[in-house]
């Protein structure tokens, strides 16, 4: 039987309450067997309500497009999430850590839209749609309990987005190598921590946005739309972020960003 309506809203505040007060919940699934489908319906409850305290939609994520992701977080199928304003950081800027339950970063490739794209679409076609590639920290803060979840669950909980940044450089597609093999270095206090290539994500990181562009027409959803900044997955796993660190992503290319953080 269905969940009813105001159970996923129910869940929906609780997963907000949780990112508010810094204090992991048990999963939801515990509780109620939950489908994708109702996970997705829970997340959409969840930016409403960012929205209601004058957050604003400013893109979408594409989740778990790298096998070192899946194998990470046990849970083997790409998910989609929604960036708001509220979640960016500036390049260079400060995370507290007290702020976050127990925060992950980790290393992505960025596009920015400059135009309208709605699924079916091929890969070749979606990167159509990129005027813009930069590279990008996700900082990622699951609202349960020891990081663990179950796809419904981490669907929910807005895939764990917590922050990002962006690179403050920014590359139109046509005046970078193919995107399918840059180099990738995440450092952590200067030593690299996670060396990796974008053909990590799925090939290439077009893959990462066409799956995302078709997830939301398979979903029945609005498609994407010009000016939305994208994240195409973690390239790499993520690696815990402890007050007093600094972070620093270079890809091949395509520039730098850096993120420091706070107690
Ligand atoms: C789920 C979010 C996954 C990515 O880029 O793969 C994600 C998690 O790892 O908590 O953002
Ligand atoms: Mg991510």
Redesign the pocket.
Known sequence: MAVPIETLSIFAQRLDAAAQTVTPIPMLSLEQTLTPAEGYAIQRELITLREARGDRVVGH???LTSRA?MKQVGVDEPLRGVLTAQLALEDGGALSRAAHIHPRV?P?LAFILSRDLSGPVSPVEAMGAVGAVCVAL?V?DSRYKDFTFTLPDVVADN?S?ARFVLGSERFSPEALPPLDNLGVVLSKNGAPVQIASTAAVLGHPARALAALANMLHAAGSAGLSEGDII?T??ITA?VPMSAGDHFELEIEAAGRVSVSVTD
Do not use: C, S
Request: proline share 0%.
């Open positions: 994520k594409a989740g992701k980790e992505e996700e990622l895939t987005a994240l997955g973690g993520a």
